[in-house]
């Protein structure tokens, strides 16, 4: 049964569906190692964002973009239209920066805490409730 359970959870990363799906459990009972996974997943995919920030400000001189931007201008693959394992993310352009936030798509279920990230490139996180992390949020590193 572990190496099942195992097996659903790769299953989950590379697809998105839920393991509740896979093993009968009730979605409120989602498996603390898909929670832990989608957060990881959700952590990689923030860093992604920045890296095409980056690059986007040093070749335009300056400028940052949306994530639908950064996925039109090709900086940033598109593999779930702005969602991927069970987050939602998003970007948004301020003056001199970008504010990029990852929340779970259904709280205790897909994810437990919420992300954020801007250009200064320092990760912040915490459980939310479901709602977006902050700037004073604590860092992670």
């Known amino acids: 049964m572990k190496r099942f359970i195992l097996i659903a959870t790769i299953v989950m990363l590379f697809t998105g569906c ?6 009968g459990n009730n979605a409120s009972e989602q498996l ?4 832990a996974a989608n957060e990881m997943a959700a952590l990689v995919r923030l860093r992604s964002i920045v890296t ?4 986007l400000q040093f070749e335009s001189g300056g400028k940052y973009a949306t994530l639908e931007e950064l996925m039109e201008k090709g900086t940033l693959p598109n593999p779930s239209q702005g969602k991927l394992t069970g987050y ?3 970007v948004k352009v301020k003056p001199n920066g970008f504010e990029a936030t990852a929340v779970p798509e259904k709280f205790a279920v897909t994810g437990k805490r919420s992300f ?3 250009e200064s490139r320092v990760m912040h996180g915490a459980d939310k ?5 902050s700037a004073s949020d604590p860092t992670i590193q």
């Open 52 to 55: 095409a920030e980056m690059s």
């Open 18 to 23: 839920s393991t509740s799906k896979l093993t």
């Open 129 to 133: 409730g479901g709602l977006p992390a």
């Open 32 to 35: 603390p190692q898909v929670i």
């Open 116 to 118: 954020y990230v801007d």
């Open 88 to 90: 939602r993310f998003d």
